[in-house]
């Protein structure tokens, strides 16, 4: 991809934002609640609990991590886009001064393609492996500023603070926008769509990952990536915060060499994200990102 079509995928074309189911249910909910009440204040009791329930039914689309109950989600590549034999990689928690740079060397060995969703706080910590990322034709997408255990119970105002801070820092440094967003250990808040379509954001989880943070054994990380493993999936590695095996290695540098060999034995190829979806017709692009267009 030339830097020109980067910077155009990167700019500021909002996306249609669609109501989620889940805001459509709870929008519903409410307003058949206040009417309810000013109709028959004596039902209180039922118009609370359905309300309780609605909230219960929230905090579960919080935990369907591949679910589209909140918003669009890309779990893997429209059939469209996956022919030819393409994966994305995806690595998490990054940039590491140890790790990412190691990583890249792989991935040049095998020149495989991969998109690095970076936290904002380190991008401004290592804002050269940032760049170097992007220097070697890898995509460096938004995976939150301060990846906050609590990111799932965010406040709008401050949701929108966070994704705004880790926009501004990795477009500094590696040249473009992201164009992409993965939500802090996949888990996303109900309010966090409209915030992600007004910056023309497009929201992004996984066929399979590895679990490589808890897991030490490669062999075991290396079956959950490869079982079943297809054109058109999207696989999760961390080069942040990333285990270690029994010998001290990191996790993601004992694995990620076994399933890079996997996919050129398999006829496979793993691109960046912005690559997949570069297409002269804005509306496929979009229904492909948005999801209408997944298999």
Same mark, same amino acid.
């Given at each position: ?9 990167? %700019? ?7 109501r989620?189911?889940a805001? #459509?249910?709870?929008?519903?909910l ?11 204040p @004596?039902l209180?009791a039922?118009v609370?609990?359905?309300?309780v329930?609605?909230?219960?039914v ?8 591949r679910?589209r109950f909140? *918003?669009?989600n ?5 059939a469209?886009?996956?022919g030819?034999g393409?994966v ?5 928690d990054?940039? =590491?001064?140890?790790? +990412?740079p190691q990583v890249?060397d792989?991935?040049?060995r ?9 936290i *904002? ?9 940032v760049?170097?990322?992007?220097r070697?034709g890898?995509?460096?997408e ?10 799932a119970f965010l406040?709008?105002?401050r ?18 926008a ?9 888990f996303?808040s109900?309010?966090?769509d409209p915030v992600?379509?007004t #910056? ?6 996984? +066929?399979?990952?590895?679990? =490589? +943070?808890v897991?030490r054994?490669p062999?075991?990380a ?5 079982r079943?493993?297809?054109? @058109? =999936?999207i696989? $999760?590695l961390?080069?942040? @915060?990333?285990?270690?095996?029994? =010998? ?6 004992a694995? $990620? ?10 006829? $496979? ?6 690559d997949?979806?570069?297409t002269p017709?804005p509306d496929l692009q979009?229904?492909?990102?948005? @999801?209408?267009?997944? %298999?």
């Amino acid at each position: 991809m030339t830097t020109g079509n980067r910077e155009a995928h990167g %700019s500021a074309r909002l996306r249609r934002w669609l109501r989620s189911p889940a805001l #459509r249910l709870t929008l519903a909910l409410h307003a058949t609640g206040v009417l309810t009440l000013a109709l028959q204040p @004596g039902l209180w009791a039922w118009v609370v609990t359905a309300l309780v329930a609605n909230h219960v039914v929230l905090i579960g689309g919080v935990f369907c991590l591949r679910g589209r109950f909140l *918003g669009p989600n890309l779990s893997r590549l429209p059939a469209a886009v996956a022919g030819g034999g393409a994966v994305v990689l995806t690595l998490d928690d990054g940039p =590491d001064p140890e790790i +990412t740079p190691q990583v890249l060397d792989l991935l040049d060995r095998y020149r495989m393609k991969a998109s690095f969703f970076c936290i *904002g706080e380190k991008a401004a910590a290592f804002p050269g492996i940032v760049r170097e990322i992007a220097r070697r034709g890898h995509s460096v997408e938004n995976h939150s500023h301060c990846h906050s255990p609590a990111y799932a119970f965010l406040g709008i105002a401050r949701l929108a603070r966070d994704v705004d801070s880790a926009q501004s820092v990795i477009a500094a440094h590696a040249g473009r926008a992201p164009a992409f967003f993965r939500a802090p250990a996949g888990f996303r808040s109900p309010l966090l769509d409209p915030v992600l379509a007004t #910056r023309g954001l497009h929201y992004v989880s996984w +066929t399979r990952r590895c679990y =490589d +943070t808890v897991c030490r054994d490669p062999r075991v990380a290396l079956s959950r990536l490869t079982r079943g493993l297809a054109a @058109g =999936d999207i696989l $999760l590695l961390h080069d942040g @915060g990333a285990a270690r095996t029994a =010998d001290g290695q990191p996790m993601v540098l004992a694995v $990620l060499p076994l399933l890079l060999e996997k996919l050129a034995n398999h006829g $496979l190829r793993s691109v960046a994200l912005p690559d997949c979806f570069l297409t002269p017709d804005p509306d496929l692009q979009e229904s492909a990102l948005d @999801g209408s267009a997944l %298999s």
